[in-house]
Nanobody, 124 residues
Framework: QVQLVESGGGLVQAGGSLRLSCAAS????????MGWFRQAPGKGREFVAS????????DYADSVKGRFTISRDNAKATVYLQMNSLKPEDTAVYYC?????????????????WGQGTQVAVPS
């Protein structure tokens, strides 16, 4: 069992930055690939970024590529999402998730554990 707790969301002006954190507790954080997803009002949950178990590989949705960076610190059992050049369309609840598969994953179905989410708002 893995428990995930996100933090770092908030209200930020367009063009600004935020760093989300996701602290994990429970079993063997370093054996999980980690992902960030988001869900805007009235829309489905969508893939944002994923990182492999060792941090050696990462993957991004086209909509955030070049603006967002995913990273992890296995010693601290924490995964981060650095978000720069934020746009109003980035407004959503952001969720972190853990996958028992070692490599990056885009599909929600590949993730076993989810956090409760943190709100990011970028007013237009």
């Amino acid at each position: 069992q893995v428990q995930l707790v996100e933090s770092g969301g908030g209200l930020v002006q367009a063009g600004g930055s935020l760093r989300l954190s996701c602290a994990a507790s429970g079993r063997s954080f370093s054996t999980y690939a980690m992902g960030w997803f988001r869900q805007a009002p009235g829309k489905g949950r969508e893939f944002v970024a994923s990182i492999s178990w060792d941090g050696g590989n990462s993957d991004y949705a086209d909509s955030v590529k070049g603006r967002f960076t995913i990273s992890r610190d296995n010693a601290k059992a924490t995964v981060y999402l650095q978000m720069n050049s934020l746009k109003p369309e980035d407004t959503a609840v952001y969720y972190c998730a853990a996958s028992s598969r070692l490599l990056t994953q885009r599909s929600l179905a590949e993730y076993d554990y989810w956090g409760q989410g943190t709100q990011v708002a970028v007013p237009s």
